[in-house]
T-cell receptor, first 117, second 117 residues
């Protein structure tokens, strides 16, 4: 079965530190998508990235970067020079098929990041 | 970008009553919408997949008679929690998938916080 593991429940850092959020997944599919979402205290999910299983290139977007390694089934997320506004719960997710054949997302349990000033 | 709205954003109801939550795609047509549930400090769990014009597909363990889903148009899906009880108190989030070729592009609503007293 599809599974996403975010082993870090909570992380606390001081502003300007770099922080890496880990994500390990399990899937029986050869084609799949991986996602990262940010959920601030307001509750609304903010889409950060989607990565196709065939694209193992690392991606950088401003202070955010992602390291996708198929060999270890990991899709880690790094925030460089963290800021207080980065404080949120971050979810890693994996695409899966529903019973009806549609695609759904399987979420990890989330990592709560607190960035202290 | 694509916007999904939910109404209401929060609702308090008495035990035994029914509550309807609306999910609308504002600037695109969504053939498929998903309903998730999130308990405090937990991950999102898919409840059901809603396809326009057909019956919803429920995930294992979700009571279809309790959580009624209607997807009557390409821009609106509703979730009705019937005979609500305190254990139904949760954060309900919908997402909508664009009809376009980006199969895995899901856009999330801001969520509805339900409290049953």
């Amino acid at each position: 079965a599809q599974k996403v593991t975010q082993a870090q429940t909570e992380i606390s850092v001081v502003e300007k530190e770099d922080v890496t959020l880990d994500c390990v997944y399990e899937t029986r599919d050869t084609t799949y998508y991986l996602f990262w979402y940010k959920q601030p205290p307001s509750g609304e999910l903010v889409f950060l990235i989607r990565r196709n299983s065939f694209d193992e290139q690392n991606e950088i977007s401003g202070r955010y970067s992602w390291n996708f390694q198929k060999s270890t089934s990991s899709f880690n997320f790094t925030i460089t020079a963290s800021q207080v506004v980065d404080s949120a719960v971050y979810f890693c997710a994996l695409s899966d098929l529903t019973q009806g054949g549609s695609e759904k997302l399987v979420f990890g349990k989330g990592t709560k990041l607190t960035v202290n000033p | 970008g694509a916007v999904v709205s939910q109404h209401p954003s929060w609702v308090i109801c008495k035990s035994g009553t029914s509550v309807k939550i609306e999910c609308r795609s504002l600037d695109f047509q969504a053939t498929t919408m998903f309903w998730y549930r999130q308990f405090p400090k937990q991950s999102l769990m898919l409840m059901a997949t809603s396809n326009e014009g057909s019956k919803a597909t429920y995930e294992q363990g979700v009571e279809k008679d309790k959580f009624l889903i209607n997807h009557a148009s390409l821009t609106l899906s509703t979730l009705t929690v019937t005979s609500a009880h305190p254990e139904d108190s949760s954060f309900y989030i919908c997402s909508a998938r664009d009809q376009g070729p980006e199969t895995y592009e899901q856009y999330f609503g801001p969520g509805t916080r339900l409290t049953v007293t």
